[in-house]
């Protein structure tokens, strides 16, 4: 069983046993980080942003240099020959020829795995469109074994822009392998998630799940809130995003309903979905996602690159 020269598109990609063994990687890096600052010398990760980033890009980033390693990339569309018309597969052939290792950031859906392959090297999904975001789904993943101690069983609420939240699916997708899961689905109607999402949790590990629109109405049940922002940018015309993007606004008040060991995540970018004062409550735990979000990239690069 290993990990090298293979691409990481979708959490399947990954068994369940690989990606544990990818969490225990995890948790040696954030223990001995020492050990492991010369680990990837030598090596080159390419970051091919063609859509705005701060948290995948840089945690990329600074993931590769912890290890030692080195890194090349741009930043939106115009700064490439994208903006010449080149297209992805070019760019990916193009690329390889320097890295040992890519992410790409695209915002159409199965852009990343066009570029799986035509390329030689391993290439990693940064986010395609409204479709997945693997490594965040890692990140999420190592925050709820690491705040929770397990996933079997657990009931989580996901709450916002389910349609067009990547990091969403990408998730349902990864959990619907544990047992037992209990979805709650918190969103406006129109923000419902696709079909497709739902089925998956039907044919997954006897996972269930109920649509419902109020948070109030569940918060009590849960043992993980996962919020997300309406995606304002894969909406087709600003009335729908201007009226639907404040539908959920998590804030103290609220919180009192919750359990005192319910978890509140969220990829971010946060825009108005919750307020600065729930931060300091102790079941925040968005901005230790973020630094999970390092080491798992951390354990995914050694890991593709075989080192
Ligand atoms: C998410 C994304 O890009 O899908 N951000 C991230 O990578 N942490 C979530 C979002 O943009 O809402």
């Known amino acids: 069983m290993t990990l090298q020269g ?3 598109i979708e959490p399947p990609d990954f068994t369940t046993e690989e990606t544990e063994e990818l969490f225990r990687l995890a948790e040696r890096i954030m223990n001995s ?5 010369e680990r990837a010398k030598g090596r080159l990760l390419a970051t091919l942003f063609y859509e705005p980033s701060t948290r995948t890009r840089f945690s990329f980033e600074a993931a590769m240099l912890k290890l030692g390693g080195q890194v090349i990339g741009f930043s939106g569309e115009n700064a490439s020959s994208a903006a ?3 297209s992805i597969a070019d760019t990916v052939k193009t690329v390889a ?3 040992d290792i890519a992410v790409i950031r695209h915002p159409k859906e199965g852009s990343a795995k066009v570029a799986a392959r035509t390329a030689d090297i391993p290439i990693i999904n940064g986010g395609d469109g409204g479709h997945q975001h693997p490594t965040q789904t890692l990140t999420d993943l190592l925050t709820i074994r690491t705040e929770k101690g397990r996933f079997e069983g657990l009931k989580v609420g996901l709450c916002g822009d389910l349609k067009f939240g990547r990091t969403v699916h990408s998730l349902v997708r990864a959990l619907c392998r544990y047992e037992g899961i209990e979805f709650i689905l918190i ?3 129109e923000l419902r998630v696709p079909d497709y999402v739902k089925k998956e949790i039907a044919s997954g590990c006897g996972g269930s799940c109920r649509e419902v629109e109020r948070m109030q109405d569940v918060l009590s049940e849960l043992d993980i809130l996962y919020m997300t922002r309406v995606q304002k940018e894969r909406f087709f015309n600003e009335e729908d ?3 639907l993007k404040d539908s959920y606004i998590l804030d103290a008040e609220k919180m009192r309903l919750a359990p005192a060991d319910m978890i509140v995540m969220h990829p971010l ?4 979905e919750i307020a600065t004062e729930v931060d300091a409550d102790p079941r925040a735990v968005y901005f230790k996602q973020v630094r999970n979000g390092m080491y798992a990239r951390m354990a995914l690069i050694l890991s593709l690159l075989g080192v």
Request: glycine share 8%.
């Open 33 to 37: 980080p020492g050990d492991y600052a």
């Open 6 to 8: 293979r691409s990481f």
């Open 97 to 99: 020829c320097y890295a």
């Open 84 to 86: 010449k018309g080149e």
């Open 187 to 189: 969103s406006p109607e």
């Open 241 to 243: 995003y201007i009226r």
């Open 269 to 272: 970018p946060r825009v108005n």
